[in-house]
RNA sequence: GGGCUUGUGGUCUAGUGGUUAUGACGUCGCCCUUACAAGGCGAAUGUCGCCGGUUCAAAUCCGGUCAAGCCCACCA
């Protein structure tokens, strides 16, 4: 018998507590099983999961318990991504320091003393939404460890990766213009470029046709790079301008001439129908330049200010210098004409400043070699949903250059590489080892060219999308453990948000084909956003962020795992988080609850009786109907569907019309009534495990066993056929209780009325029920 | 500029041609009925974004339109 008479929040923690102490999850080394593998998406530790990471992780828990219930070894590792500029950002925040000035060694000191503070907390926040991880410490001995990104084992393979590629001849170095965030002070990628939407100014400027003196007017928002022009081009079609094919225009201020062209990119009805092109102010420059083989003149430079070649703005950060010339061009007489107009501008993805198009020195990964083959891969993973797959094949067809992967930063997976001093021999580490060449020693004594023993490590790190596009390799012990690679290899899920379909799972798939030659997942399972109760999206700038700890400090685990379920499912559109939800939800918990409370008060018979009641049977068949459309809708992680159908099973005909038929057989201790309670309650807690994990163990442990109920296989189903009298018993119960009112009579109160024919199989029950006489 | 998705009572949501449109949250009224007032019964709230078409019949199919969101793009 259950004794407490409200289930409460209180009685959460002890039983995860437990759970994570026995490990009950671990992955099983030695198991037979079929393992069923979810890369989770590491999320940054120094951000406080927000409710949004808390919604997904828990449907990623709800897969792993299902498929645990189904006979898998699951393999559901935590992840903690511990790399890239979010960490250093938020270490200079914390201890007030610049990454500028502070030397190397001391700084990333710093980054992983930050890390280890705050690795608890988000440790914290999964364990107390119930999500049963295989392991909640590290241990890179085991598969399915917790892991960190930043630790030398999952570095060292990071490395190693590196080494791979380069030995195929995937990588390659290049001075080509490349995104260039002044302010982040290092290369970016295409990927991680956001786009503003700023009001800026377009500004007509007056050149000179020099070989006919005529005047000529030039629209451009970015006048400062004025003296990195090099052609001007109009529309071949654009008939005002066909004379001055061949000829020059004398750009203003700087006097020097350039040539003035017909080409296709120029658009007749934009501005003037002239347009110079500069070195660099778009990415459409960038293609000209290579396109026509002109040489860049570079005005701007890796601190975002202007160079020597613009003359009398040298040294002014960008914005300084488009105001001090537009002045100079305005009381030269050069300006004739200034309109603002709607720009969409390239920012970085951080610090949300305008990039910059630089040449620079950078490493490439090759992938527009790939990218056929990414789409043929995309092709053999199952999307849930279907039409998520479309993210990732607009994304294909999109990519216009090699993934630049080095970075001028400091906390992140080094470039594994030392020059020789004398001879530039390049050695790329072998050792299996994680090493840092900017610190650590090169482990050639000598080179293998010249004999020198002198080497310089490199300076720069990796993209963090270059090690997080591994985690599937990491998981399944690609190099660490290769036999269970070689059984296990590709992963079996990939779940992860639509914002990162551009990123994480486009350079995971990419990677894995590159090292395996093999499409790296089975099925990706993309989610949309978890947004706050207006519909915007939750962000830690807007600051309207729901900390998950603070929703289960008021509602509880429980509450918010069944609001998780029941809100909608978050594969098919945003989700709207509000308070009153979660805590509507958690009525059904309470529901539960009592109906257990209900039926522990009988006596268990486990044994079936050679023959049920008809009540009994139907009930059973109805369980097992119910049961069968929960397992499909499982099986295509359709939670939602799940938890409607169970919620409203058990609401609706499980609890007011079962337990009220059942009742009178109940306390006569009709055997056949108490069997079927007991065993109809097991399989609707086995079958709410997955989603509700913590009062279903609770109540399993109460009623049922004391083995956890997260052990035990998800039950089968079998006879459905008096399914279908279900909808009328519940309308002729809703009609009694209708007419009592109606009549106003208390339910105890006899009735007169006639049972329906096809009810009369259960015609005892229903006279007790209703007091029919 | 192109593409994709969405638009159903105050809020969220089911519903891919067929009787008075599903359910939940919230609101209101009545009711302590030996598991549950964190409950039960019941009520109100909708021109299914707008316009037009196909059809005996449209929330559902088609065309257009408006709005929101996302993605992509070389308009300086």
Not at 1 to 19: G, L, Y
Not at 551 to 556: A, D, T, V
Not at 622 to 627: D, P, T
Request: proline content about 5%.
């Amino acid at each position: 018998m259950i004794n407490e008479t409200r289930w409460d929040k209180s009685m959460e923690e002890p039983i995860i507590n437990e759970w994570v102490k026995k490990k009950l999850y671990s992955f099983e080394d030695n198991s037979k099983k079929p393992v069923y593998s979810i890369d989770t998406p590491p999320p940054y530790i120094n951000t406080p999961i927000h409710i949004g990471h808390g919604y997904t992780f828990i449907c990623m828990d709800m897969m792993a318990r299902y498929k645990r219930m189904k006979g898998f070894n699951v393999l559901f590792p935590l992840g903690l991504d511990c790399n890239g500029l979010p960490i250093e950002i938020q270490t200079e925040k914390q201890f007030n320091v610049s990454i500028r000035t502070t030397p190397r060694e001391e700084f990333v000191k710093k980054c992983r003393e930050m890390l280890d503070e705050t690795s608890d907390i988000s440790t914290n926040g999964f364990k107390g939404l119930g999500i049963g991880f295989n392991d909640y410490e590290f241990d890179y001995s085991k598969i399915g460890s917790k892991y960190r990104t930043d630790d030398p084992e999952y570095r060292a393979l990071t490395q190693k990766t590196f080494k791979d590629a380069w030995d195929k001849g995937l990588i390659y170095e290049d001075n080509k213009p490349t995104n260039y965030c002044p302010v982040c002070r290092t290369t970016i990628a295409d990927s991680e470029i956001d786009y503003k939407e700023e009001k800026s100014a377009l500004n007509d400027i007056k050149f000179k046709v020099k070989e006919t003196e005529k005047d000529i007017i030039i629209s451009t928002t970015r006048p400062e790079l004025l003296n990195s022009c090099q052609i001007i081009l109009f529309n071949p079609n654009d008939d005002r301008y066909k004379n001055l094919q061949g000829k020059h225009a004398i750009l203003p201020i700087y006097d020097r001439e350039v040539l003035i062209k017909a080409h296709p990119a120029a658009d007749k009805d934009f501005g003037s129908g002239l347009v110079m092109i500069c070195s660099f102010g778009d990415t459409t420059d960038i293609r000209l330049f290579i396109e026509l083989g002109l040489e860049p003149i570079y005005s701007i430079n890796e601190e975002g200010k202007m160079m020597k070649v613009s003359g009398p703005y040298e040294g002014m950060n960008v914005k300084d210098a488009r105001k001090k010339i537009i002045e100079d061009l305005k009381e030269k007489g050069f300006l004739v004409d200034q309109k603002i107009i709607d720009h969409r501008t390239p920012v970085c993805e951080r610090s949300k400043n305008p990039i910059e198009f630089i040449a620079m020195k950078e490493f490439y990964l090759k992938q527009m070699d790939w990218v056929s083959k990414v789409r043929k891969a995309a092709d053999e993973i199952e999307f849930y949903a279907p039409e998520s797959k479309q993210l990732l094949l607009d994304w294909l067809n999109s990519i216009s250059i090699d993934w630049p992967i080095s970075r001028r930063r400091y906390y992140s997976t080094e470039i594994p590489i030392w020059y020789c001093k004398k001879c530039k021999y390049t050695y790329v580490n072998d050792t299996g080892k994680y090493l840092r060449p900017w610190i650590d020693s090169c482990p050639l004594k000598k080179c293998p060219k010249c004999n020198s023993n002198e080497w310089e490590g490199e300076k720069r790190i990796l993209d963090t999308w270059f090690d997080s596009s591994i985690s599937e390799l990491f998981i399944l012990g690609y190099d660490s453990n290769p036999k269970f690679f070689k059984n296990n290899y590709p992963c079996t899920m990939r779940p992860q948000g639509k914002e990162i379909v551009r990123t994480w799972l486009y350079y995971t798939i990419l990677r894995g084909l590159q090292l395996t030659e093999t499409t790296c997942f089975k099925q990706a399972w993309i989610h949309k956003h978890v947004v706050d109760e207006q519909g915007y999206k939750m962000s830690k700038s807007k600051g309207n962020g729901i900390d998950p700890r603070e929703l289960i400090s008021k509602f509880g685990c429980e509450s918010i795992r069944f609001w998780t379920a029941m809100e909608g499912d978050i594969t098919k559109g945003d989700i709207r988080c509000s308070f009153t939800r979660v805590e509507g939800a958690g009525k059904f918990i309470s529901k539960l609850w009592n109906i257990a409370r209900f039926i522990s008060g009988f006596e268990s018979v486990s044994k079936e009786p050679k023959e049920l009641n008809k009540t009994d049977e139907w009930i059973m068949n109805e369980l097992n109907k119910v049961l069968k459309d929960c397992d499909n809708h499982y099986n295509n992680y359709d939670f939602n569907g799940v938890a409607k159908i169970i919620r409203n099973f058990v609401w609706e005909t499980y609890a007011s019309s079962y337990l009220e038929m059942v009742k009178r057989r109940a306390y006569d201790k009709d055997s056949s009534a108490l069997y079927t309670l007991y065993k109809s309650f097991k399989i609707i807690l086995l079958t709410l495990a997955p989603i509700i994990p913590v009062i279903t163990e609770k109540l399993f442990k109460e009623m049922y066993s004391s083995e956890s109920i997260h052990l035990q296989k998800f039950p089968e189903s079998g006879e459905t056929k008096l399914s279908e009298l279900t909808s009328k018993i519940i309308e002729f119960n809703s009609l009694v209780w209708a007419k009592k009112k109606e009549g106003n009579k208390s339910l105890k109160d006899s009735i007169k009325i006639e049972i329906p024919k096809e009810l009369i199989l259960f015609k005892e029950d229903l006279t007790n029920m209703h007091n029919i006489e």
